[in-house]
């Protein structure tokens, strides 16, 4: 059985195998049914949908039309890394319709003490256009998918994204 060791994407996508466990992508005696499925929500509808109502379509340009630069930090426009972002892509800042996005993850073990072999982890996109009284409301969280996978992976992912 796979143990969600790597994803079938880009240059991996004819792969057989998964590469770290070396176990068969799918079910046995079968060359086009998966062992294992990445469940994922699509975006690009998501975002559309910000901009469907009037209401939310002007709290997208919140950050650029009503933020007040006073030298506090109150919202993630207000850090050097927006700026820095801003300076380095132009033509992206330019448009303050296009829409910044945070990603965020947290792993947890959905099964307590009973397996400690396997986590939990859960992607979400927080949408960081909109006023920082709203950026933070969990309506407003994008939920992408869920990613489970055993617990020594996790660490290793862990360890490589830190240093």
């Known amino acids: 059985m796979p143990n969600n060791c790597m994803l079938f994407m880009g240059e991996d996508e004819e792969k057989d195998k998964f590469e770290i466990c070396e176990t068969s992508r ?13 469940r994922y929500f699509l975006l690009k509808p998501r975002l559309q949908k910000l901009f469907m109502s009037s209401k939310t379509a002007s709290l997208m340009k919140w950050h650029a039309e009503e933020r007040r630069d006073d030298g506090t930090f109150k ?10 972002f ?11 319709r296009n829409v910044r996005l945070g990603l965020a993850t ?3 073990n959905p099964y307590g ?11 979400v996109l927080i949408v960081y256009n909109l006023p920082p009284w709203l950026c933070m409301k969990q309506c407003f969280y994008f939920y992408l998918c869920l990613m489970m996978v055993r617990r ?12």
């Open 113 to 123: 003490r009973i397996s400690v072999a396997h986590s939990t982890w859960p992607m």
């Open 86 to 96: 801003d300076k380095q892509n132009p033509s992206f800042a330019s448009d303050f």
């Open 26 to 38: 799918y079910k046995e005696g079968s060359t086009k049914i998966a062992v294992k499925r990445m």
């Open 106 to 108: 947290d792993g947890f």
């Open 75 to 84: 919202h993630p426009a207000d850090s050097q890394a927006w700026k820095e």
């Open 152 to 163: 020594d992976l996790a660490i290793r992912l862990m360890y490589t994204y830190n240093h």
